[in-house]
């Protein structure tokens, strides 16, 4: 039984920085997508980064302009990070860690290629 759970979420001033963290379990193939999305008041989800969990090729979001890096971390659990720096009010939404089954690379920011999901934390910027 796959399972996410994400951390790190809160309030910040613009221009302030924030790392979210996401703890997978429950996967037993070593070969599929860890992304983050995001929802911001009113508006539709939308992807914001993603790395495949076999070699560590990343993808972002073109708007993102190099603020947020994706990184993950196998040592023990399998843990996805998003480090956010420079943070504008117009990144203020849900933020959620999701995770594909097996698949080939490369990943994608489509919601359609997670199967599981966490359940989103707050990020406040003002």
């Known amino acids: 039984h796959v399972q996410l759970v994400e951390s790190g979420g809160g309030s910040v001033q613009t221009g302030g920085s924030l790392r979210l963290s996401c703890v997978a379990s429950?996967?037993?193939?070593?070969?599929?997508?860890l992304g983050w999305f995001r929802q911001p008041p009113g508006k539709e989800r939308e992807g914001v980064a993603a790395i495949y969990t076999g070699d560590g090729a990343t993808l972002y979001d073109d708007s993102l302009e190099g603020r947020f890096t994706v990184s993950q971390d196998t040592a023990e659990t399998t843990t996805l990070y998003l480090e956010m720096n420079g943070l504008k009010p117009e990144d203020t939404a849900i933020y959620t860690c999701a995770a594909s089954w097996w698949t080939p690379a490369p990943c994608r920011l489509s919601s359609s290629l997670y199967a599981y999901w966490g359940q989103g934390t707050q990020v406040t910027v003002s």
């Open positions: 429950g996967y037993t193939s070593s070969n599929y997508c």
